[in-house]
């Protein structure tokens, strides 16, 4: 019997569990929704999502077969909740909220399937399929919203699902690649600047959906940042993140979703030892949950590992490959193998690195990393310090550190005139011609970076230069780090009053950047340095 009421997400009970949902009060939530999870499709939604983030975030292999169940089960009740509110007749207003409501309602669940089918068992071609059906419902529900009318907290939650789909779903392309062009055939269209404004807007008011609109956001900002021209401190992404993040958590401050991101946001400040502190107590929340801490282990390792504590986060990585419930155990083997090397010991970093690329052989982003690293993990420290935007640290003895490491590096791999990439290192690991030139290359990133840090802008935009001059890219990876090369060398010679050697760079950019936004950053760029 399907409990059928007007006005569902308005509920107090509705918006106080939502709110212990994204404050990770999961047990107080699952009391609010169960009892009406199977009548009330608002409850069964909730009930689902509770769960499903909670899975999210623990990445926890017996929470997600859970979740999928409740999901499964929801969705029965949202489809049955849609189409009672289809049958309903008249136009007054109370009748198009409930149909724009259960269109919502159903979209939503659908939305989470496809989020888990990502997630969980990287099936990207069915979770786009739902992705479709999903946005064909907010379509629908957006439609119906042009009539008088409608309520504005309804109007709230309906900008949500725009915003998910036209900021956030359209960085898909990039993300997924081939799955995710399905998208476009089918018709989807992104639209970031207009979804961003509906996310800004949510995030902002009063809406159940506030939380998660924070929380996409801060995602973006840290994990498909994009330049700001000229660079500054206080207007990248990172500082947007940092923002969000702050307001956020306010809002929910057991929040553990968000203090991961906090956590994270901190360690690319280079603030390490911060962030580890963070880390700490969210394992510590973990167990007093009673649930498998292996992913804030994970961070608290990588923390360590970013302050160069080879030891210390090798014990934290070698405990979380132990987890029987932690679905990316291969992560911490791959850290760990990366560690075994800092320490001296190639045998057994080539041995766990061997291990854990069979391990995840089926994660294709873990899988592109780890092959390289097989035959050639000195650049693993490098090139996981890259990938993760955490080539930073706060104090000038750190990075002091980081370039004996490099200098390190160099020796070891024979990067000099003398040796010209033949030493016992490389003879042992059989590096061949590429790998040596992509060692060189890595080497001039990291050493412009560091002359960067260190006001040395002469020797970072040689540095930069040589990547720009010489660099093959050919993954996402070495892309990204040859296009980024073109935008800090850029921003170098323009704050040197360099303006046409900026413009040239930028310029390049614009047209061959193999990313929409590098492409867009550029462009924002070169309309920048014209306006000044």
Same mark, same amino acid.
């Given at each position: 019997?399907?409990?059928?009421?007007?006005?569902? $997400?308005?509920?107090?009970?509705?918006?106080?569990?939502?709110?212990?949902?994204?404050?990770?009060?999961?047990?107080?939530?699952?009391?609010?929704?169960?009892?009406?999870?199977?009548?009330?499709?608002?409850?069964?939604?909730?009930?689902?999502?509770?769960?499903?983030?909670?899975?999210?975030?623990?990445?926890?292999?017996?929470?997600?077969?859970?979740?999928?169940?409740?999901?499964?089960?929801?969705?029965?009740?949202?489809?049955?909740?849609?189409?009672?509110?289809?049958?309903?007749?008249?136009?007054?207003?109370?009748?198009?909220?409930?149909?724009?409501?259960?269109?919502?309602?159903?979209?939503?669940?659908?939305? $989470?399937?496809?989020?888990?089918?990502?997630?969980?068992? *990287?099936?990207?071609?069915?979770?786009?399929?739902?992705?479709?059906?999903?946005?064909?419902?907010?379509?629908?529900?957006?439609?119906?919203?042009?009539?008088?009318?409608?309520?504005?907290?309804?109007?709230?939650?309906?900008?949500?699902?725009?915003?998910? $789909?036209?900021?956030?779903?359209?960085?898909?392309?990039?993300?997924?690649? *081939?799955?995710?062009?399905?998208?476009?055939?089918?018709?989807?269209?992104?639209?970031?600047?207009?979804?961003?404004?509906?996310?800004?807007?949510?995030?902002?008011?009063?809406?159940?959906?506030?939380?998660?609109?924070?929380?996409?956001?801060?995602?973006?900002?840290?994990?498909?940042?994009?330049?700001?021209?000229?660079?500054?401190?206080?207007?990248?992404?990172?500082?947007?993140?940092?923002?969000?993040?702050?307001?956020?958590?306010?809002?929910?401050?057991?929040?553990?979703? *968000?203090?991961?991101?906090?956590?994270?946001?901190?360690?690319?400040?280079?603030?390490?030892?911060?962030?580890?502190?963070?880390?700490?107590?969210?394992?510590?929340?973990?167990?007093?949950?009673?649930?498998?801490?292996?992913?804030?282990?994970?961070?608290?390792?990588?923390?360590?590992?970013?302050?160069?504590?080879?030891?210390?986060?090798?014990?934290?990585?070698?405990?979380?490959?132990?987890?029987?419930?932690?679905?990316?155990?291969?992560?911490?083997?791959?850290?760990?193998?990366?560690?075994?090397?800092?320490?001296?010991?190639?045998?057994?970093?080539?041995?766990?690195?061997?291990?854990?690329?069979?391990?995840?052989?089926?994660?294709?982003?873990?899988?592109?990393?780890?092959?390289?690293?097989?035959?050639?993990?000195?650049?693993?420290?490098?090139?996981?310090?890259?990938?993760?935007?955490?080539?930073?640290?706060?104090?000038?003895?750190?990075?002091?550190?980081?370039?004996?490491?490099?200098?390190?590096?160099?020796?070891?791999?024979?990067?000099?005139?003398?040796?010209?990439?033949?030493?016992?290192?490389?003879?042992?690991?059989?590096?061949?011609?590429?790998?040596?030139?992509?060692?060189?290359?890595?080497?001039?990133?990291?050493?412009?970076?560091?002359?960067?840090?260190?006001?040395?802008?002469?020797?970072?935009?040689?540095?930069?230069?040589?990547?720009?001059?010489?660099?093959?890219?050919?993954?996402?990876?070495?892309?990204?780090?040859?296009?980024?090369?073109?935008?800090?060398?850029?921003?170098?010679?323009?704050?040197?009053?360099?303006?046409?050697?900026?413009?040239?760079?930028?310029?390049?950019?614009?047209?061959?950047?193999?990313?929409?936004?590098?492409?867009?950053?550029?462009?924002?760029?070169?309309?920048?340095?014209?306006?000044?």
């Amino acid at each position: 019997h399907l409990l059928f009421t007007s006005f569902m $997400f308005k509920a107090e009970d509705v918006q106080k569990g939502v709110q212990a949902i994204w404050n990770s009060q999961v047990e107080e939530a699952d009391e609010i929704f169960k009892a009406e999870s199977a009548t009330n499709a608002r409850h069964a939604l909730h009930y689902a999502e509770n769960l499903w983030f909670w899975s999210f975030i623990t990445d926890n292999k017996k929470l997600q077969g859970e979740a999928a169940v409740r999901l499964k089960a929801s969705k029965k009740i949202a489809e049955a909740n849609h189409k009672a509110a289809q049958k309903l007749k008249g136009k007054e207003p109370e009748v198009l909220n409930q149909q724009i409501e259960g269109l919502i309602i159903y979209g939503e669940v659908i939305l $989470f399937q496809a989020f888990l089918q990502m997630s969980a068992s *990287f099936d990207y071609a069915r979770a786009c399929m739902g992705l479709s059906k999903a946005w064909g419902y907010v379509q629908e529900a957006e439609k119906l919203s042009r009539e008088e009318g409608v309520d504005e907290d309804l109007i709230l939650l309906l900008q949500f699902d725009l915003g998910v $789909f036209l900021f956030f779903l359209s960085f898909l392309p990039e993300v997924l690649g *081939f799955a995710a062009r399905l998208l476009s055939l089918m018709g989807f269209k992104g639209d970031r600047e207009k979804g961003f404004g509906y996310l800004d807007r949510v995030a902002h008011s009063d809406s159940i959906r506030s939380p998660f609109a924070y929380s996409i956001l801060a995602a973006k900002y840290l994990y498909m940042s994009e330049n700001v021209f000229p660079i500054s401190p206080d207007t990248t992404n990172l500082a947007n993140a940092r923002t969000a993040l702050d307001e956020v958590l306010v809002k929910c401050p057991d929040g553990l979703g *968000f203090l991961t991101l906090h956590g994270i946001c901190l360690r690319r400040f280079g603030k390490h030892e911060e962030a580890n502190t963070i880390f700490r107590d969210i394992c510590s929340r973990y167990q007093a949950k009673n649930v498998d801490d292996s992913l804030p282990r994970l961070n608290l390792g990588n923390g360590e590992f970013n302050m160069f504590h080879w030891q210390e986060a090798s014990d934290l990585f070698s405990t979380v490959e132990k987890s029987e419930t932690y679905l990316r155990t291969y992560n911490a083997s791959m850290f760990r193998a990366i560690c075994e090397l800092q320490q001296g010991d190639v045998d057994a970093a080539h041995n766990t690195m061997t291990a854990a690329l069979k391990s995840g052989k089926n994660d294709g982003d873990f899988k592109c990393f780890a092959e390289r690293y097989v035959g050639n993990p000195h650049s693993g420290f490098w090139e996981t310090l890259i990938e993760r935007d955490e080539l930073n640290w706060d104090s000038q003895e750190a990075f002091q550190t980081a370039q004996n490491l490099l200098n390190d590096f160099k020796n070891d791999l024979g990067i000099n005139a003398t040796d010209k990439g033949e030493t016992a290192v490389t003879k042992k690991l059989k590096h061949d011609r590429k790998t040596k030139e992509w060692n060189v290359m890595l080497s001039h990133f990291v050493q412009a970076r560091l002359d960067s840090h260190n006001g040395n802008v002469e020797g970072a935009i040689k540095n930069f230069t040589a990547v720009i001059n010489s660099m093959k890219a050919k993954t996402d990876f070495e892309k990204t780090m040859l296009y980024q090369s073109y935008f800090e060398c850029a921003d170098l010679h323009y704050k040197q009053g360099n303006k046409a050697d900026a413009q040239d760079l930028l310029k390049k950019v614009s047209k061959d950047a193999h990313s929409s936004r590098f492409k867009s950053a550029a462009s924002s760029a070169l309309a920048y340095i014209a306006a000044n």
